[in-house]
Structure formats: structure tokens, C-alpha cells
Nanobody, 116 residues
Framework: QVRLVESGGGLVQAGGSLRLSCVAS????????MDWHRQAPGKQRELVAT???????YYADSVKGRFTISRDNAKNTVDLQMNSLKLEDTAIYYC??????????WGQGTQVTVSS
């Protein structure tokens, strides 16, 4: 069974930075694509960034140039470095694993709050 645990959320002023981390249990991490999603109050959950098992990355237009996704297959971790944070980045951030067998797993989420 795969378990994902996010950490690193918190309260930060606009313009500041945070680094989120997600650690995965199990042995399929290196075979899986990993995503970060977020959900703001009253809004649908949206994809923020993806990193494939080969290391290719994708970013939503709203975070391009400010956020960086990275992975460490030796540690089973995927990180999201968030710079130049804006008020509209406030949300619960979720880590998701898309396994090579087509299964998906979600973490419990970590709150990011950006204040003015």
C-alpha cells in the first residue's frame, strides 16, 4: 500500500517562498509520475505541476517561472519550491502519485496561506 505524506506548508507573506515536500512509501515511486495539486476555498482542485518518472516537468501557467518541481528517487520524495508567492496561491496543496499500473494515490494535503 502506498502512503503519501506532505509537509512544509505554512503562513508566508506575499513575495516569500515555501518548499513543500512529499514522501512516498513503497517501492514504485521511481516508476511513477508525481504531481502537486491545490484546492482553494470554493474552487475546484487544480493541477499545479507534474514530474514524470523520466524527470520531465509541466507547470500550470499560473505558477510557471515561480514554482519548481523536483524529485529524488533515492529518497522517494517530490518537492515543490514555491517562490514569489501571491495571495492567490493560498490553498491546500496535495501530492499525487500516478503509478505505472494506472493507480493513483493522494496525500492528506498541507495548507499554504499567503498573507498581504
Amino acid at each position: 500500500q502506498v502512503r503519501l505524506v506532505e509537509s512544509g506548508g505554512g503562513l508566508v507573506q506575499a513575495g516569500g517562498s515555501l518548499r513543500l515536500s512529499c514522501v512516498a512509501s513503497g517501492s514504485i515511486f521511481r516508476l511513477s509520475a508525481m504531481d502537486w495539486h491545490r484546492q482553494a476555498p470554493g474552487k475546484q482542485r487544480e493541477l499545479v505541476a507534474t514530474i514524470t518518472r523520466g524527470g520531465n516537468t509541466y507547470y500550470a501557467d499560473s505558477v510557471k517561472g515561480r514554482f519548481t518541481i523536483s524529485r529524488d528517487n533515492a529518497k522517494n520524495t517530490v518537492d515543490l519550491q514555491m517562490n514569489s508567492l501571491k495571495l492567490e496561491d493560498t490553498a491546500i496543496y496535495y501530492c499525487r502519485m500516478n503509478s505505472n499500473l494506472g493507480n493513483e494515490y493522494w496525500g492528506q494535503g498541507t495548507q499554504v496561506t499567503v498573507s498581504s
